[in-house]
């Protein structure tokens, strides 16, 4: 499923030199531009999307919440509603997805497409509803969860907050429920680091994107996007109280992974 979009805008956000560059916000500006700054910025961004729904499918369990922590424009929680009605409506029975982020832009964006799209619903049985809520993550409730899918949001949290929210998540979560964690990720080696971050640049000058762009918006992200190895997230992970996590994407320095709680 393609990103949900308010409109077809190209991002140039950061084509024109920009002197002193403020912090990554995320604004109006950039909802305007959100959908074409993901296809060209995050390498197998849909693919993440469409199979974080897939997994949700499979791992859904009757009477729970999905939750779509960082949910931006609400691809996620979309494609998951998606999902779930191509499967068996008694696995879904009683489920409900709420999808949570901070910024007010993104919140009155997503509102808009969420009724769209149940505007073109035409199915045989009432699709899972979808509540939105405009709240912190560190501080908004999460309970009686069979599915939790962070997409490229826990990035943007206070390194020193991470694992607390990890447990949070992991508690919220029913045994057999799971956790979609999609990031930026870094290396150790840092050969491989320098030839991911090296190959990551590359996609992004053949998405359109000069060198300007690239340099000045890695500017603007710098101590507001902290990414950890994957290594870090899987021993954050299992030390929260999950049994098993894998990699199930990767594609230069963004990866996906899943963690299982037993």
């Not at 992004?204 to 990414?227: C, F, M, W």
Request: one cysteine or more.
């Amino acid at each position: 499923m393609s990103s949900p979009s308010p409109s077809q805008s190209r991002d140039s956000i950061f084509a024109a030199p920009l002197g002193d560059i403020e912090g990554f916000r995320f604004n109006q500006a950039v909802v305007d531009v959100f959908p074409d700054m993901l296809r060209r910025s995050v390498p197998g961004y849909e693919a993440i999307i469409t199979q974080s729904a897939l997994l949700a499918s499979r791992y859904v369990q009757p009477g729970t919440h999905l939750y779509d922590l960082g949910s931006s424009l609400g691809a996620t929680a979309i494609s998951m509603r998606d999902a779930l009605l191509q499967i068996d409506p008694a696995s879904s029975q009683g489920c409900e997805i709420h999808a949570i982020d901070n910024a007010p832009a993104m919140i009155r964006a997503s509102q808009d497409l969420i009724a769209l799209h149940e505007d073109q619903q035409d199915t045989a049985h009432p699709p899972v509803p979808i509540f939105l809520h405009e709240a912190n993550l560190e501080e908004h409730p999460l309970s009686r969860a069979s599915v939790v899918a962070m997409n490229f949001t826990l990035q943007f949290v206070n390194p020193a907050a991470r694992a607390s929210l990890m447990r949070k998540i992991a508690d919220a979560l029913q045994p057999g429920g799971v956790l979609i964690l999609s990031e930026k990720v870094c290396f150790d080696d840092p050969v491989v680091n320098e030839m991911h971050i090296d190959m990551y640049h590359a996609f992004k000058s053949r998405n359109g994107y000069s060198d300007l762009e690239i340099s000045q918006k890695r500017t603007a992200l710098e101590n507001v996007l902290v990414p950890d190895t994957l290594e870090q997230h899987r021993a954050r992970l299992l030390d929260s109280g999950f049994t098993h996590c894998t990699v199930w994407f990767q594609c230069f320095n963004f990866a996906s992974l899943v963690a299982i709680k037993r």
